[in-house]
C-alpha cells in the first residue's frame, strides 16, 4: 500500500509535500507529481501539508479519482526505481491521458 497524489494536484504542482517526505519519493512530472509506490514508506507527512488535499491513502483515493493510483505507478514504467526524487528532477513521464488532460486553471 501507498499514498497516491489524485486530480487536484495537476497543474498545481504545491510541492510542499516533497520538502515533508523523508524518504524522497515523490517525483514531479510535466502536470502533476507521483508518489513512487515502491519507494513510499506510508509515514503519511505529505498527506496533511497538500494545500489542494490532492494526496490520500490508496484505499482511501475518491472513486472518481481512482485511474490516479495507476498513473501513480505508470509514470515509473520507463524510470523504473531511482530511489530518490531531487536527484532525478522533473521528467515528462507523465501518462498519455494525463498528459492529454484539459488544461486547469487553479484558485489561489
Not at 63 to 69: G, H, K, P, R, S
Amino acid at each position: 500500500m501507498t499514498y497516491v497524489i489524485a486530480e487536484p494536484c495537476v497543474d498545481l504542482l504545491d510541492k510542499a509535500c516533497i520538502e515533508e517526505c523523508p524518504v524522497d519519493c515523490i517525483y514531479e512530472g510535466d502536470r502533476m507529481l507521483y508518489i513512487h509506490p515502491d519507494e513510499c514508506v506510508d509515514c503519511g507527512a505529505c498527506e496533511p501539508v497538500c494545500p489542494v488535499e490532492a494526496i490520500y491513502y490508496e484505499d482511501d483515493v475518491p472513486d472518481q479519482w481512482a485511474a490516479y493510483t495507476k498513473a501513480n505507478v505508470d509514470f515509473f514504467d520507463e524510470l523504473g526505481s531511482p530511489g530518490g526524487a531531487s536527484k532525478t528532477g522533473k521528467t515528462s513521464n507523465d501518462p498519455d491521458w494525463i498528459k492529454a488532460l484539459e488544461p486547469r486553471e487553479h484558485e489561489h
